[in-house]
């Protein structure tokens, strides 16, 4: 009787295990792959599409005879962007000087006589000093908060500490607590918190707002003080 050439249930087995191993490594493998490429190519489809919907809007201001692309073949890349910075560098050093400021405040003055765009135009002005200013708006810490009721904890951010009119009808150590959504960390709510009711957190404030943007799926490394 010639000898049984197939193979036995146990070599099926372990053959199974070894391509079931494959494809796990290779699954591994393009997810890795994934996390890795996926913030580079996203990252840097956003700033091509904010060049180039700059460069559209900015580049046909552009005189002619001025204009590079005159004189090219090709398309100028960033050349948009690069006069939109020149310009906004430009008026800053024309109104941080006397004339300048004189005449910024005269244009306020007469939009401020105008009532809907007084309004918004007021409105703006707050909001982007605000922005970027150092020393107003800028998280300072990350804190854990209890929301929205005890027992649930909450990260937020200290933006500063309570002024004015509500620092004094509240009379006590407040502090301006921005507490903000997931994964949308640019909307969310203004409280003002007793200080004693917040627990600080060493990780950067970095690190904190990618928690909220990953729904805590991205873990800060531990920080020990």
Known sequence: MPPDDSPSP????????????LLARLRTYLL????????IGITAYLVYVFIVAVDNRITPLIPERYNPQTYL???VPGL??????????????????????RLLALGERILARVPVVRS???????????VISQSSMSFRDVVLIEYPRRGLWAIAFVTATTQGEIRRRLDDDMVN???PTTP?????????????DLIYLDM??????????????VTPADRPP
């Open 32 to 39: 890795t792959g994934i996390v890795v490429a996926a913030p």
């Open 80 to 101: 948009g962007l690069v006069v939109a910075v020149l310009f906004l560098i430009l008026l800053g050093m024309i109104t941080a000087n006397f004339f300048g400021r």
């Open 204 to 217: 950067p404030v970095d690190d904190g707002v990618k928690y909220v943007i990953s729904a805590g799926l």
């Open 73 to 75: 073949p090709f398309a």
């Open 10 to 21: 146990t070599q099926d087995a372990e053959d199974a295990l070894k391509k079931r191993g």
């Open 184 to 196: 949308n960390p640019t909307s969310g709510f203004l409280l003002f918190v007793p200080r004693r």
């Open 120 to 130: 918004v135009y007021g409105t703006l002005k707050q909001i982007f000093e605000t």
């Open 177 to 179: 607590v921005f507490l």
